[in-house]
């Protein structure tokens, strides 16, 4: 009923429409009139249309529709038409709407297809990745490990499998894409020729022991399978088979020599457990020698002579070499060891071989020595009182930071410092109390400097601060108020109460002078006016100068040759030396 009410519905609409187009026909031929040759029976129709345009209403429709359709016959061909046109376009959507769930269906499978297909071709890299780990972290191994095509060739191995390969079939070219059947001799006739094809082919896994007649050879093999082939582990176990006699000689031979060695030493396996130690070895490091084989070298000695992962590293490829202290209760013994990898018939490491030497008389030796020319030094370089750097030391850092503060363009702050009222204390207390003055003098004039800098006594009691890399004068002058500060504090010695002041010289690299020598001569200047000028003070060289220069270049009456100044400090110090010596 569906499909008939549409048909009638497109039949109605067809012949509606008929009119319409008629009207533009004849709109059209009022515009152009017909000529007499026209065919007369369209004439003559045409006449009647033009005579019933004078109707009015529904008789005008009802004459001009009939006599079109009288008139003009192929105009019925529109409604069939249109009525044939509906029929194949609802015929067409009944067999899509019948066909629609058949057609969702294809394209749900058609997805699932495309996704699976997604899904097999990352398993599959992830596969390929996965093997090629695999290998990677068989890398090292002293078992072989070989990844196999289906068609047999060997698609990758590591460097154990190489070797045995190498060395069984007697080449030394690439075997990457080689056949195993061409590469491994009598391969073809053992179970493990059986077993690569049955993996590949049902994927079955085998493993199991295999001998090679043709070399005389014997190895421990695993098979097992693998997303586009399977793997091959190879492992020589040809030492197993080798003449119990000969076996027997090599182990006598190896306790002999052990035996008779006078230095301590061990053999282990690969795991660092003991298989034979010499006589020397169990009694140096108490270990019974009949009961040592199996025991792990580290449950006796943790840290000797390295932790296990740090001694592993040093003898990867080569041995490794050391001296290392060891206690034993309270009594410490220091050994020259050796550690030396050891390798069995196929070239694997099998183990190590470890020797310790006691050496503990030549390494106190050594110490003592190191540390007598470390105090060598320290006197050569340090004042012998107060340990602060000397007057050699002070050049050395002076003339280092000139360098350094002419490349950065930087500034240097060179500070002479000599004690006011310290005559006075070691008259009046004695050298002792000066002593300990000076001591305590030089732990201030650190705490008021950072570590870059240096304070240095250059005998008596004249000190001197190098600043290095100030920004400006005013960094100088606020440490200068900071030394007068501590130093003016009182110094608790001998249950009493002392008290010294200081005069401070000041002189700034490059702006008063380029070299050490003109520096130091500079900062003693104006450290000798800071002291004329009423002491416990600092006063910077280019204030004496500019006060010479309104002073019209006189020098002050007091000042004497720099020389003769240095000649009480130079004798207090030999004083001071031998008192020492004493």
């Known amino acids: 009923m569906r499909l008939l009410g549409q048909l009638l519905l497109v039949l109605l609409i067809s012949l509606l429409f008929v009119p319409v187009l008629l009207w ?13 040759d026209l065919v007369p029976a369209k004439a003559a129709a045409m006449a009647r249309i033009w005579q019933n345009m004078g109707l009015n209403g529904f008789g005008y429709l009802v004459g001009f529709y009939r006599d079109i359709m009288v008139g003009v016959w192929p105009l019925w061909l529109v409604g069939f038409l249109g009525v044939a046109v509906a029929v194949v376009l609802m015929l067409i959507s009944r067999l899509q709407q019948q066909a629609g769930p058949y057609l969702k269906r294809i394209h749900q499978l058609e997805a699932h297809l495309s996704q699976a297909t997604r899904e097999q071709r990352m398993t599959q890299e992830q596969l390929q990745t996965y093997n090629t780990r695999l290998i990677a972290s068989y890398a090292e191994s002293r078992t072989g490990l070989i990844e196999l095509a289906p068609s047999g060739q060997i698609v990758q191995l590591n460097k154990a499998a190489m070797r045995l390969l190498h060395k069984w079939s007697g080449t030394t ?40 007649p043709s070399l ?4 421990y093999s695993r098979v097992f399978p693998s997303v586009g082939g399977a793997f091959m582990t190879l492992r ?51 270990i019974a020698e009949d009961h040592v084989e199996g025991q792990y070298h ?65 390494a106190q030796t050594k110490n003592r020595l190191a540390s007598q020319l470390q105090q060598e ?38 500070m002479f410092l000599d004690l006011d009222g ?58 200068a108020n900071k030394v007068i500060e501590r130093i ?30 003109d520096l130091l001569t500079l900062a003693d200047e104006a450290m000798y006016d800071a002291k004329h000028s009423g002491k416990n003070q600092y006063r910077f060289i280019s204030e004496l100068k500019e006060k010479q220069q309104a002073e019209g270049g006189k020098a002050e009456p007091e000042q004497v040759d720099p020389t003769e100044r240095r000649a009480p400090v130079e004798e207090e110090q030999k004083k001071e030396a031998e008192k020492k010596s004493v």
Not at 378 to 391: E, F, I, M, S, W
Not at 449 to 458: M, N, S
């Open 24 to 36: 533009l026909v004849v709109e059209l031929w009022i515009a152009y009139p017909p000529q007499a």
């Open 173 to 212: 070219e690439p075997l990457e894409q080689k056949v195993l059947q061409l590469v491994l001799p009598d391969y073809a006739n053992t179970a493990l020729a059986t077993a690569v094809h049955n993996s590949l082919a049902e994927g079955a896994a085998w493993e199991g022991e295999v001998t090679l």
């Open 216 to 219: 005389q050879a014997h190895a």
């Open 236 to 286: 020589d176990i040809s030492h197993k088979y080798q003449d119990e006699s000969a076996v027997y000689a090599d182990q006598a031979a190896l306790s002999a020599l052990l035996n008779n060695m006078p230095l301590p030493a061990a053999v282990l396996d690969q795991d660092w457990c003991y298989l034979r130690v010499s006589k020397a070895w169990g009694q140096q490091f108490r």
């Open 298 to 362: 580290f449950d006796h000695m943790a840290s000797f002579p390295r932790a296990r992962e740090e001694l592993e590293q040093l003898v990867q490829s080569k041995q490794a070499q050391g001296e290392e202290p060891l206690k034993f209760g309270d009594q410490e013994e220091w050994y020259r060891w050796q550690v030396t990898p050891w390798r069995d018939q196929a070239s694997n490491r099998g183990g190590y071989i470890l020797s310790a030497e006691v050496i503990t008389e030549q």
């Open 377 to 414: 030094h320290k006197l050569a370089y340090h004042d012998v009182l107060t340990g602060l750097p000397n007057r050699q030391l002070f050049y050395d850092r002076l003339n280092l930071g000139l360098a350094q503060a002419y490349r950065q363009l930087s500034r240097v702050g060179l």
């Open 422 to 479: 310290f005559k006075s204390v070691n008259d009046t207390h004695g050298h002792d109390a000066g002593d300990i003055l000076l001591k305590e003098v030089s732990e201030r004039l650190k705490s008021c400097v950072r570590k870059t800098d240096t304070v240095a006594r250059l005998g008596g009691d004249e000190f001197t601060i190098i600043l290095s890399a100030v920004r400006s004068a005013e960094d100088v002058v606020m440490v």
């Open 488 to 517: 003016n504090l009182p110094y608790p010695i001998m249950d009493k109460e002392l008290h010294v002041g200081t005069s401070i010289g000041i002189a700034m690299y490059p702006d008063d002078g380029a070299s050490a020598g």
